[in-house]
């Protein structure tokens, strides 16, 4: 089977109608809530007509049958179907705030309920116990503090790299604003030297060439650097072998703006010519 297809998961309110918009735009024909009893006939089905990539939105609107789809989902893969899961996901205060902003019904709530906002609540709790198998076993992209600009760009970026190798997401980001849940690794990196504290450094960020060269005089900064890379470069092959599609390092600073970017961007670049490297600065505005 020569069809690429990509399952996007998640949360209700985690932004996978935009995540099939970016798709779209990359060539996938998009479905959105394809029920799982369809699934593999609608493949074979497109492959017949030689599409080349699908992009198929499944969520918990799917209702009884959604327990089937990890089985399905196996089953494909072991006929060689070219297959990738995406997993959609934000922190609960952020899914709550966008359903409470957008006067949406949540796929879970039920109509009259009395206390609207901890029937909205329960909700979530009950969706991310439904879903936790799926999230499991699926890429995960948090999408807490994503704009719908960032995770479009974020999403094209990820599914442009070749579904075979293992990539290898680099992502900043700022302890003050919640740790990010999509990581496999977490590094903290407070303890160096802050350029915030530096006046004519403040707002810039590790991309700009001034903190650079403030980063790079500093041999602790270094130290850190290689000791991150000297983990990787131990437990990659492992995880490449474990048929692991990606794995997103996630290192974080005070704020998301200096030593976090600036080392995300040396270890990025450091690894490029071993694994196929992105780059993720969750609080930085796309450039």
């Known amino acids: 089977m020569n069809t690429e297809v990509v399952v996007i998961t998640g949360m209700s309110g985690s932004g996978k109608s935009i995540a099939l918009h970016a798709l779209e735009d990359a060539g996938y024909y998009c479905v959105d809530n394809l029920p799982p009893e369809l699934l593999e006939p609608f493949i074979a089905l497109e492959d017949e007509r030689s599409a080349r990539k699908i992009a198929i939105a499944m969520d918990i609107r799917s209702g009884r049958s959604l327990p089937q789809l990890p089985l399905l989902l196996h089953s494909l893969r072991d006929r060689g179907v070219q297959l990738r899961q995406i997993f959609l996901d934000a922190n609960d205060q952020t899914l709550i705030r966008r359903f409470s902003e957008t006067r949406r019904r949540h796929p879970l709530s039920q109509p009259g309920e009395a206390d609207v906002q901890q029937a909205l609540m329960q909700a979530v709790v009950r969706e991310r116990e439904l879903l936790a198998d799926l999230r499991e076993r699926s890429h995960l992209v948090d999408t807490s503090f994503l704009r719908p600009a960032q995770l479009l760009a974020f999403i094209k970026e990820l599914i442009s790299a070749p579904a075979s190798n293992l990539t290898l997401v680099f992502e900043s980001f700022a ?95 450091q690894f490029s010519d071993e694994w196929l490297t992105l780059r993720r600065h969750r609080e930085l505005a796309v450039s």
């Open 175 to 269: 302890f003050k604003r919640g740790i990010t849940l999509d990581a496999d690794y977490v590094f903290d990196v407070r303890m160096l030297p802050n350029p915030h504290y530096e006046p004519e450094l403040r707002p810039l960020n590790g991309r700009d060439q001034p903190v650079i060269d403030f980063l790079r005089q500093r041999p602790e900064v270094s130290l850190m650097r290689e000791q991150i890379a000297a983990f990787l470069r131990t437990w990659l092959p492992a995880l490449a072998n474990d048929h692991r599609s990606y794995v997103t390092v996630a290192i974080g600073c005070t704020g998301g703006q200096h030593r976090s970017v600036y080392l995300v961007e040396q270890l990025a670049a």
